[in-house]
């Protein structure tokens, strides 16, 4: 499910989700603020890291609800202009927390969602890497999510070597592998 090493799924896994106890919990009254015991009861309405979440609902003992970043209103607004909205505020790992939660089945229409405000903002990040004017890359970079910002990073440098190819750099180079031998076939 998580690479283990990798900082941003780290990072993107310990986004807190909603969710609600579905069984009475001894010894985790952290979760609860409201409750001096150390327990939960049934029903009982926390926000958890999703690591945990997703843990505790593998073992039935929580229903996990979207994120604030995914509720209708967001929704409405990636569907009028996906590709001006603030995402970065709402949740850095917008991306991977939603295909992480697509995962568990808890809103299946969260794939169709993800897939819509990817493929508008895939073409803006793409445009403005290749044209942007150096004075309107930082406001436009305040609203990219990590995912995006790999992407318009990549597509900054692509666009930087091809402009140096294209303006006189080396037109062939040697590929690595052709400088090395074959071992004799006995």
Same mark, same amino acid.
């Given at each position: 499910?998580?690479?283990?090493?990798?900082?941003?799924?780290?990072?993107?896994? @310990? $986004?807190?989700?909603?969710?609600?106890?579905?069984?009475?919990?001894?010894?985790? #009254?952290?979760? @609860?603020?409201?409750?001096?015991?150390?327990? !939960? $009861?049934?029903?009982?309405? !926390?926000?958890?890291?999703? /690591?945990?979440?997703?843990?505790?609902?593998?073992?039935?003992?929580? &229903?996990?609800? %979207?994120?604030?970043? =995914?509720?209708?209103?967001?929704r409405d607004?990636?569907?009028?202009?996906?590709?001006?909205?603030?995402? +970065?505020?709402?949740?850095?790992?917008?991306?991977e927390? #939603?295909?992480?939660? =697509?995962?568990?089945?808890?809103?299946?229409?969260?794939?169709?969602?993800?897939?819509?405000?990817?493929?508008?903002?895939?073409?803006?990040? %793409?445009?403005?890497?290749?044209t942007?004017?150096?004075?309107?890359?930082?406001?436009?970079?305040?609203?990219?999510?990590?995912? $995006?910002?790999?992407?318009?990073?990549?597509?900054?440098?692509?666009?930087?070597? =091809?402009? +140096? /190819?294209?303006? *006189? *750099?080396?037109?062939?180079?040697?590929? &690595? !592998?052709? *400088?090395?031998?074959?071992?004799?076939? @006995?």
């Amino acid at each position: 499910m998580s690479q283990y090493y990798d900082i941003d799924d780290i990072i993107a896994e @310990d $986004e807190l989700v909603p969710a609600v106890f579905q069984v009475a919990a001894n010894g985790v #009254g952290l979760f @609860d603020s409201s409750d001096e015991t150390n327990k !939960v $009861e049934q029903g009982s309405r !926390v926000e958890l890291p999703f /690591w945990l979440a997703c843990e505790l609902h593998l073992r039935q003992a929580v &229903s996990i609800s %979207l994120p604030p970043c =995914f509720n209708q209103k967001s929704r409405d607004e990636l569907a009028a202009d996906a590709a001006h909205v603030d995402l +970065k505020n709402r949740c850095p790992y917008f991306y991977e927390l #939603g295909c992480k939660l =697509f995962s568990l089945a808890v809103d299946k229409s969260i794939a169709f969602l993800l897939l819509a405000a990817f493929q508008t903002r895939y073409k803006e990040v %793409l445009i403005k890497a290749q044209t942007a004017a150096l004075a309107v890359a930082p406001r436009f970079l305040t609203i990219l999510t990590k995912e $995006e910002m790999k992407l318009y990073e990549a597509a900054q440098s692509s666009m930087v070597a =091809f402009k +140096k /190819w294209r303006m *006189g *750099g080396p037109r062939f180079q040697k590929a &690595s !592998v052709l *400088g090395r031998k074959r071992r004799p076939s @006995d």
